[in-house]
């Protein structure tokens, strides 16, 4: 395949809507929630913790869809594959991708589960905890995968949560061989240090074999590599992976490119809600990216967009991020 | 009716979800929408704007509801009566409201119209504009009038916009009825300058004949008694109404209590977006009041509520309110 890529991004991800509320933390304690991480539950305990929770903002959220709302934004070309439901949120998931220039052609599931949603609780320091009930996200499979869509792509995108659905872990390896075979690049998150801890040999294989652009914080890191500091982590890191961006919080984020390290300061930021934090930095990293900038520029990128999400409650940008990173 | 109130003010207004996102002036143009005013739409006119508009952020809102969220906040012990139907967005409504501590009694309609929505528009200059699909709220009538949560309540607090819905006009004179009959008082806001021009004699009969404590910005004023400056309008107001606070955006706001004036000054705001603003400061003036605070000191918690509004997008408080008035 040699036909120039249509878009710039693809992500491939599981299709949530946020639903963002403030919380002590012993809110958080009482109920035996791990700060700062992402945990499964059912309808059941989604219907709980709702009730018991604060007011809350919906938007549509989904970490790989965070980032391909905030890399449109940013001008990239970006598409966006998951699954929602017929319903309400299914709706508002679909408007919020759409509405900021994201190509969506997934179609939503006509029956089964509900859309997925997170319930994303905020302590008073702005860490977010999330709860997510993944409701019509298990049924994205293989049948889902618009191969076309991937070809199409100069990056295929991946979140590591896709791999807690089982159907969506086969169509992320799928997604990965088309790209590659086209001669595409995959990038993919870590996502959250629990996820890679559920599984492990997965993720190593991926990043190992598949893998082009790595993204993944400190503690996703050390618990993929099972290493207890991050220099550790880095020389794995560089071994195994072409690019990669590893971030770490306030302290900034390191970008390794074909074996050079390059350390990206933090961009100044008054930390509101740190959801989407990740997310808005991939997107940063990836828009410079197909846009052929070097290594520290992209980490740049990334720093800005990270900046602008955690100043706000929500994940999506509310700012212009083309103007905050000074693009054309 | 002799006995202590058990609630402390007690709104009653249209049920709406809000769905905020940020728009160019020129979206606003091509639409012939007015800046800064509420407008009601239809189904299918909804549909289409939803379509063409931005990413949103969806919350509870509704005028008096806004109100009452924030006045609950302010540790004010609050009620709220207002239609939603029996679905996701009703749901979200309720929570909202319960969440924040408000006593919201009314049952949601198990047929017809679906929960009320706004699309609301966001300026780069933080000026909202509203348009709003009515909905549930249309059936909103006298048979959803608790009447005992009326005479429960120090201040009955009533929204200008209500007088849109016929039936929830008739449901909203009765209230201020049974409030003054048990000797409580009836406030009212007059929500927006084109909902005054529509109702404009009933307006003023209310205003004249019903009202304790009013509250309009300038427009609004200015439209109610058909007057070209705020000196008359201030004027007319004293001679009718015994207190008053009349907002005036970034120039702060006047309040009028038994005949005397006092000038209330804004607080500094960095301003994101304006939803919400008249409420929040009706909330901090009403939650002051019912704690028997002097009228100037009404008008700072007024406008300490409103600064925190408009500093980012929704009309709901983000920040602890009862810490940036200072109260205990």
């Given at each position: 395949m040699t036909n120039a890529?249509?878009?710039?991004?693809?992500?491939?991800?599981?299709?949530?809507?946020?639903?963002?509320?403030?919380?002590e933390d012993g809110f958080l304690e009482q109920r035996g929630l791990d700060r700062?991480?992402?945990?499964?539950?059912?309808?059941?305990?989604?219907?709980a913790l709702y009730d018991a929770m604060g007011p809350g903002l919906e938007s549509g959220g989904g970490s790989a869809a965070n980032t391909c709302a905030a890399a449109a934004a940013l001008g990239a070309r970006v598409g966006f594959l998951g699954k929602v439901a017929d319903d309400v949120l299914g709706r508002v998931f679909a408007h919020d991708l759409k509405a900021i220039g994201v190509h969506y052609p997934t179609p939503p599931a006509k029956s089964g589960a509900p859309t997925a949603r997170s319930l994303i609780l905020v302590s008073p320091d702005g860490q977010r905890t999330m709860n997510t009930y993944l409701g019509a996200c298990v049924g994205f499979g293989e049948a889902d995968l618009d191969e076309e869509a991937v070809r199409s792509a100069a990056v295929t995108y991946l979140e590591g949560y896709l791999f807690d659905p089982p159907a969506a872990q086969a169509a992320f390896v799928r997604a990965a061989g088309i790209a590659r075979d086209a001669g595409r690049e995959v990038s993919m998150t870590l996502s959250d240090p629990f996820c890679v801890g559920r599984h492990r040999d997965a993720f190593r294989a991926f990043v190992r074999d598949r893998t082009d652009i790595l993204f993944a914080n400190e503690a996703e890191v050390l618990s993929l590599y099972g290493v207890a500091t991050f220099a550790e982590a880095l020389e794995a890191v560089r071994a195994e992976v072409r690019v990669a961006a590893l971030t770490r919080s306030e302290q900034g984020s390191v970008v390794v490119a074909e074996g050079e390290v390059f350390y990206v300061p933090a961009e100044p930021a008054t930390v509101v809600d740190t959801t989407g934090a990740g997310d808005a930095y991939a997107a940063g990293f990836l828009a410079a990216h197909v846009r052929g900038l070097p290594p520290a520029e992209r980490g740049r990128w990334g720093s800005v967009a990270a900046a602008e999400i955690i100043s706000h409650f929500g994940a999506r940008p509310q700012s212009d991020l083309r103007a905050l990173v000074g693009a054309g």
């Amino acid at each position: 395949m040699t036909n120039a890529p249509t878009l710039d991004i693809l992500g491939i991800g599981n299709a949530i809507v946020d639903v963002i509320a403030r919380a002590e933390d012993g809110f958080l304690e009482q109920r035996g929630l791990d700060r700062g991480a992402m945990r499964l539950i059912d309808t059941a305990e989604a219907a709980a913790l709702y009730d018991a929770m604060g007011p809350g903002l919906e938007s549509g959220g989904g970490s790989a869809a965070n980032t391909c709302a905030a890399a449109a934004a940013l001008g990239a070309r970006v598409g966006f594959l998951g699954k929602v439901a017929d319903d309400v949120l299914g709706r508002v998931f679909a408007h919020d991708l759409k509405a900021i220039g994201v190509h969506y052609p997934t179609p939503p599931a006509k029956s089964g589960a509900p859309t997925a949603r997170s319930l994303i609780l905020v302590s008073p320091d702005g860490q977010r905890t999330m709860n997510t009930y993944l409701g019509a996200c298990v049924g994205f499979g293989e049948a889902d995968l618009d191969e076309e869509a991937v070809r199409s792509a100069a990056v295929t995108y991946l979140e590591g949560y896709l791999f807690d659905p089982p159907a969506a872990q086969a169509a992320f390896v799928r997604a990965a061989g088309i790209a590659r075979d086209a001669g595409r690049e995959v990038s993919m998150t870590l996502s959250d240090p629990f996820c890679v801890g559920r599984h492990r040999d997965a993720f190593r294989a991926f990043v190992r074999d598949r893998t082009d652009i790595l993204f993944a914080n400190e503690a996703e890191v050390l618990s993929l590599y099972g290493v207890a500091t991050f220099a550790e982590a880095l020389e794995a890191v560089r071994a195994e992976v072409r690019v990669a961006a590893l971030t770490r919080s306030e302290q900034g984020s390191v970008v390794v490119a074909e074996g050079e390290v390059f350390y990206v300061p933090a961009e100044p930021a008054t930390v509101v809600d740190t959801t989407g934090a990740g997310d808005a930095y991939a997107a940063g990293f990836l828009a410079a990216h197909v846009r052929g900038l070097p290594p520290a520029e992209r980490g740049r990128w990334g720093s800005v967009a990270a900046a602008e999400i955690i100043s706000h409650f929500g994940a999506r940008p509310q700012s212009d991020l083309r103007a905050l990173v000074g693009a054309g």
